[in-house]
T-cell receptor, first 111, second 114 residues
């Protein structure tokens, strides 16, 4: 079993839909969680960062962490074609430890 | 544009060869990370440097090595290349190298081993 799992997709949704992207993990020590967006032929860029459990909202994006279930989610409201990209979750156990990335979910928002 | 530069953009070479990938971090960033991204493995952390010193090691093969120079640029050396080394190699940088810091990724070097 991989340490961090994501459904690779592709996930296709119509413009304006609410998108739910998820990661599950096995290491209960993880407490720093990040979501990265990666456009084709580009490097990943940070979207959201959360520490421990709870929700965090930034514009159309909401990140949720449920440590008891070892499950994190990224919700995208009013999805746009420009949101079409691969979304990577990443997590770390402690302050200085390197992040473990999920394999990514490819999202396609259709106009 | 993240401010992180990587050269070359593309590299095609043969099995058994050695290549060097170069990364310049964002101005002011002291920490550099190297990642390998392949279709079947996703994004794999290789190694991290902070201010010239190795700070963390991930899934880096013994055939691979890296260093960070006094001007903070970094090089990743890949030797005895195999077909399976074909991948995108990303460099990222951050201010202090702590897990809480955002990492800024470069555009990547696409390595093809024939």
């Amino acid at each position: 079993q991989k340490e961090v799992e994501q459904d690779p997709g592709p996930l296709s949704v119509p413009e304006g839909a609410i998108v739910s992207l998820n990661c599950t993990y096995s290491n209960s020590a993880f407490q720093y969680f990040m979501w990265y967006r990666q456009y084709s032929r580009k490097g990943p860029e940070l979207l959201m960062y959360t520490y421990s459990s709870g929700n965090k909202e930034d514009g159309r994006f909401t990140a949720q962490v449920d440590k008891s279930s070892k499950y994190i989610s990224l919700f995208i409201r009013d999805s746009q074609p420009s949101d079409s990209a691969t979304y990577l979750c990443a997590m770390s156990a402690n302050y200085g430890q390197n992040f473990v990335f999920g394999p990514g979910t490819r999202l396609s928002v259709l106009p | 544009d993240s401010g992180v530069t990587q050269t070359p953009k593309h590299l095609i070479t043969a099995t058994g060869q050695r290549v060097t990938l170069r990364c310049s971090p964002r101005s002011g960033d002291l920490s550099v990370y190297w990642y390998q991204q392949s279709l079947d493995q996703g994004l794999q952390f290789l190694i991290q440097y902070y201010n010239g010193e190795e700070r963390a090691k991930g899934n880096i093969l013994e055939r691979f090595s890296a260093q960070q120079f006094p001007d903070l640029h970094s090089e990743l050396n890949l030797s005895s290349l195999e077909l399976g080394d074909s991948a995108l190699y990303f460099c990222a940088s951050s201010t202090s190298g702590r897990a809480v810091d955002e990492q800024f990724f470069g555009p990547g070097t696409r390595l093809t081993v024939l």
